[in-house]
């Protein structure tokens, strides 16, 4: 009886070491696939190239993946749940002015520390945004856990409790705004070089205070004081 329950204990383990030793390859192909992409562009990627460049037999990836759609879509929704996890937490957050300034803040660190996965899920090449297109017309995303449509609905909700200044009136218009200036300083941080750095003398500015400065402007510019 010991033996059995041993033997049963034995392949439990086992299952979780396999399961875990598959998930950590799936996430070592797509952080290669991630790079080659941006590097090299979606048509000239290949699973194969891939397989090389994690020196891992070609045949063997297709384990995996059974083509370059399914890993890109695979890509694609791990991304998206990533940023919707880390926005959808800010909204047990009550005060609108904290909840927008963190929902902010999180966004641009997952955007800086995630670079590849940021420029291919917000600047994608058009065939990467046709799978995209494919995976939300088969797996639709509830619309109140859409990053956009959080972010509207939070800017919305300010404005009711009487937040903005009173020319701002347009949900839509703030929340477009501020999408913006979210996105534009995550891409100055991980694409632009040295040299544009140097051109606007600021070389040596850190990320941290660029955000702050846009946070600054939203705040002082947007909110009641």
């Known amino acids: 009886m010991r ?7 034995t392949v439990s383990v086992s299952e979780l070491r396999r399961d875990r030793e598959r998930q950590e390859m799936i996430e070592r192909i797509m ?3 991630r790079e080659m992409f941006v590097q090299e ?3 000239a990627v290949t699973l194969r190239k891939i397989a090389r460049a994690i020196e ?5 990836i297709y384990q995996y993946f059974k083509d370059k759609e399914s890993l890109v879509k695979a890509i694609i929704q791990q991304d998206q749940q990533d940023v919707r996890r880390a926005i959808m937490e800010c909204m047990q957050l009550d005060e609108p002015r904290e909840r927008l300034t963190e929902m902010a803040r999180r966004y641009a660190d997952w955007g800086v520390s995630h670079p590849n996965h940021y420029r291919l899920l ?3 090449p058009a065939n990467w945004a046709k799978q995209e297109d494919e995976l939300r017309l088969n797996r639709p995303t509830p619309l109140e856990q859409e990053a956009v449509k959080i972010l509207y609905e939070s800017v919305k909700d300010a404005m009711q409790r009487g937040i903005f200044k009173e020319k701002y009136r347009d949900p839509s218009l703030v929340a477009a705004t501020l999408w913006a200036g979210i996105h534009g300083v995550i891409m100055l941080e991980i694409t632009m070089s040295e040299y544009d750095r140097a051109l606007i003398g600021a070389p040596d500015i850190l990320f941290e205070e660029r955000f702050n400065t846009l946070k600054e402007v939203f705040l002082d510019g947007f909110l009641m004081t």
């Not at 033996?3 to 204990?9: P, R, T």
């Not at 891992?56 to 063997?60: I, K, M």
Request: net charge negative; glycine share 4%; hydrophobic share 25%.
């Open 56 to 60: 891992y037999s070609p045949a063997s």
């Open 41 to 43: 562009g979606y048509e």
């Open 31 to 33: 952080d290669a696939a």
């Open 122 to 124: 917000l600047a994608p």
């Open 3 to 9: 033996q059995n329950k041993s033997n049963c204990q």
